[in-house]
Nanobody, 129 residues
């Protein structure tokens, strides 16, 4: 499965950005999908997870500000980011759990990243004051 992110860029504190990701593959609608971010020198962290039913989960750091969604008809995953903070600056990656279609355990946790096998190349988000 090939994943291609788009929509990154620069924003001011308090602003918004929307990221998109288009996974390839016929079984897209059955995948657990997620958005992750990484700052140089730090480990990659999850920011939003969505299961095949469209149920989303988030860490407290972005809850209420970020919204993950999926459009199965368009084979597209989105991340709407509002009320951006400087600490949101990072490289953002989308990911798909291809090996476990219809996975029942597609819920955010600190270790959820271990569940994903397919990753995009990333798109940079920079938030400035």
């Amino acid at each position: 499965v090939h994943l291609a992110e788009s929509g990154g860029g620069s924003a001011q504190v308090g602003g918004s950005l929307r990221l998109s990701c288009q996974p390839s593959g016929d079984a897209y609608s059955s995948y657990c999908l997620g958005w992750f971010r990484q700052v140089p020198g730090q480990e990659r962290k999850g920011v939003a997870i969505i299961d095949f039913n469209g149920v989303a989960s988030y860490p407290d750091t972005v809850k209420g500000r970020f919204t993950i969604s999926r459009d199965n008809a368009k084979n597209t995953l989105y991340l709407q980011m509002n009320s951006l903070k400087t600490e949101d600056t990072a490289m953002y990656y989308c990911a798909a759990d291809v090996d476990n279609p219809l996975a029942p355990d597609c819920t955010y946790s600190d270790s959820i990243g271990n569940q994903f096998e397919n990753w995009g190349q990333g798109t940079q988000v920079t938030v400035s004051s």
